[in-house]
């Protein structure tokens, strides 16, 4: 499926985007306490950096580039044509920031407490790997290797981008724990 068809289909890359921060059977908690608990909660786990060997494209967090980056040297080292660990992957990561850069910025919104400038900085962060991830869905992902060697260059451009988008999300994530995240 290409970009410009998996656009079409509704609700994807939307940019609107209604959150439900309640959980079943618990007491309701105000919208910004519900945001400062999932604020902590999804910190630990992006900042996850624990390798699931036994299963290489799970893990959250950090994590998830290493282990990316390793399936594209697995693809290369095998001589394969096609670059069978991008899609959908990189679709479901692009939705993925996507939808956390929006949390932080909801977040900038509803919690007075926090450091705005911090989180302005993880946002721009966001913003990039946004930036980087729609570049290549345009121009590198549509186009198919022709021949191993070809498939070869294009992945390590692939752990090019991807290793650029981790240092951008470390970036991101150690401005917020400038808040005290860890702790909130």
Request: glycine share 4%; charged share 30%; hydrophobic share 40%.
């Amino acid at each position: 499926m290409s970009f410009g068809n998996l656009k079409r289909y509704s609700e994807w890359y939307a940019k609107d985007c209604v959150m439900v921060l309640i959980k079943p059977g618990m007491k309701m908690n105000s919208v910004v306490d519900k945001c400062r608990e999932t604020l902590r909660k999804g910190y630990v786990l992006l900042s996850n950096k624990r390798h699931l060997f036994d299963q290489p494209l799970a893990g959250y967090g950090v994590v998830i580039y290493d282990n990316w980056c390793e399936e594209l040297r697995k693809e290369t080292n095998q001589d394969l044509v096609d670059i069978k660990c991008m899609f959908p992957h990189f679709f479901i990561h692009y939705e993925g920031k996507l939808r956390i850069r929006e949390f932080l910025e909801l977040c900038t919104h509803l919690m007075q407490e926090i450091d705005k400038s911090a989180f302005k900085t993880a946002i721009s962060k966001y913003d990039e790997i946004l930036s980087i991830s729609e570049k290549c869905m345009h121009e590198m992902l549509p186009k198919t290797p022709l021949n191993a060697a070809e498939a070869g260059i294009k992945r390590q451009a692939y752990i090019g981008i991807l290793q650029r988008c981790k240092e951008l999300e470390e970036e991101a994530l150690a401005a917020i724990s400038s808040y005290g995240v860890k702790s909130v």
